[in-house]
Antibody
Framework: EVQLVESGGGLVQPGGSLRLSCAAS????????MHWVRQAPGKGLVWVSR????????TYADSVKGRFTISRDNAKNTLYLQMSSLRAEDTAVYYC?????????????????WGQGILVTVSS | EIVMTQSPATLSVSPGERATLSCRAS??????VAWYQQKPGQAPRLLIY???TRATGIPARFSGSGSGTEFTLTISSLQSEDFAVYYC??????????FGGGTKVEIK
């Protein structure tokens, strides 16, 4: 069974930093792209970032570019999101999600498993 | 950025009835659309990818259709556990990956 368990969330002041972790199990972590997706309270889903399977390539949403860094440790089966210069608008539940792949269409970019999410609150 | 627009925002349906949810892309996304279900306090769950392929373990009452810019998720006979918020998402042209604003399916 695929399990993704986020940790590291909490309350942080504007301008502060926080590192989220996502512990993966039940699948070969090193074979999958991984993503972070967030959801502000009462709002919809917003993609944040992705990393390829060996960690050599990363992509970010414009809203977090230059402030957030995605990384992974395949030896520890763990995904990370380092967040800095945090703003009130970064307040959200952050989900780690496994990247899905459509072998027929030869394209990825959807999310076939999700963690339970972790709340990050940016407030003074 | 491709904008995904879902309609209606809220759909009131009686148990056992059919529900039809719509999603429109601001430009063609081929068939590279996924649908997710999210219940209160829970993570989203993948229902459909490739516009019409059900994910593992998803009941046959969920079906997806469409290509280009118009997509539909149909729930053939609503069960109590299907009342939730549903999101579409495109992955044809990214970054960024983009979601629709969601359709809430509520009990009539």
């Amino acid at each position: 069974e695929v399990q993704l368990v986020e940790s590291g969330g909490g309350l942080v002041q504007p301008g502060g930093s926080l590192r989220l972790s996502c512990a993966a199990s039940g699948f070969t972590f090193s074979s999958y792209w991984m993503h972070w997706v967030r959801q502000a309270p009462g709002k919809g889903l917003v993609w944040v970032s992705r990393i390829n399977s060996d960690g050599s390539s990363t992509t970010y949403a414009d809203s977090v570019k230059g402030r957030f860094t995605i990384s992974r440790d395949n030896a520890k089966n763990t995904l990370y999101l380092q967040m800095s210069s945090l703003r009130a608008e970064d307040t959200a539940v952050y989900y780690c999600a496994r990247g899905g792949y459509d072998f027929l269409a030869r394209i990825g970019g959807f999310f076939d498993d999700w963690g339970q999410g972790i709340l990050v609150t940016v407030s003074s | 950025e491709i904008v995904m627009t879902q309609s209606p925002a809220t759909l009131s349906v009686s148990p056992g009835e059919r529900a039809t949810l719509s999603c429109r892309a601001s430009q063609s996304v081929s068939s590279n659309v996924a649908w997710y279900q999210q219940k209160p306090g829970q993570a989203p769950r993948l229902l459909i990818y490739g516009a019409s392929t059900r994910a593992t373990g998803i009941p046959a009452r969920f079906s997806g259709s469409g290509s280009g810019t118009e997509f539909t998720l149909t729930i053939s006979s609503l069960q109590s556990e299907d009342f939730a918020v549903y999101y579409c998402q495109q992955y044809n042209n990214w970054p960024p990956l983009t979601f629709g604003g969601g359709t809430k399916v509520e009990i009539k």
